[in-house]
């Protein structure tokens, strides 16, 4: 069974930082596209980053381009996305996930593998 489990998350004031972690067990990810999607209140599920196998590739949301930041450690098994510049519209359960291909997409209906989401509240 795949498990990914996402920490970081926590109450934080605009203009702030954190960093959100996902750690998968069940297989390996080395190879494998891995991305963080958010939903926020009232909303639908929506991308935010995806990053390629070898951490080469890295897509981003708009919305977060030049605050947000995708990397990964596949000698941990682990994924990151430090947050910088957080303003209140970026509030939302922020869950990570993972596909089985190898190709980068931000497509939410192609990743295979998800978390049960860290929340991230972020007060004006």
């Known amino acids: 069974q795949v498990q990914l489990v996402e920490s970081g998350g926590g109450l934080v004031q605009a203009g702030g930082s954190l960093r959100l972690s996902c750690v998968a067990s069940g297989r390996t990810f080395s190879g494998n596209v891995m991305g963080w999607f958010r939903q926020a209140p009232g909303e639908e599920r929506e991308f935010v980053a995806v990053?390629?196998?070898?951490?080469?590739?890295?897509r981003y949301a708009d919305s977060v381009k030049g605050r947000f930041t995708i990397s990964r450690d596949n000698a941990k098994n682990t994924v990151y996305l430090q947050m910088n510049s957080l303003k209140p519209e970026d509030t939302a359960i922020f869950y990570c996930?993972?596909?089985?291909?190898?190709?980068?997409?931000?497509?939410?209906?192609?990743?295979?593998?998800w978390g049960q989401g860290t929340q991230v509240p972020v007060s004006s």
């Open positions: 996930a993972a596909r089985r291909s190898t190709i980068p997409t931000m497509a939410l209906n192609l990743f295979d593998y």
């Open positions: 990053i390629s196998g070898s951490g080469g590739t890295k």
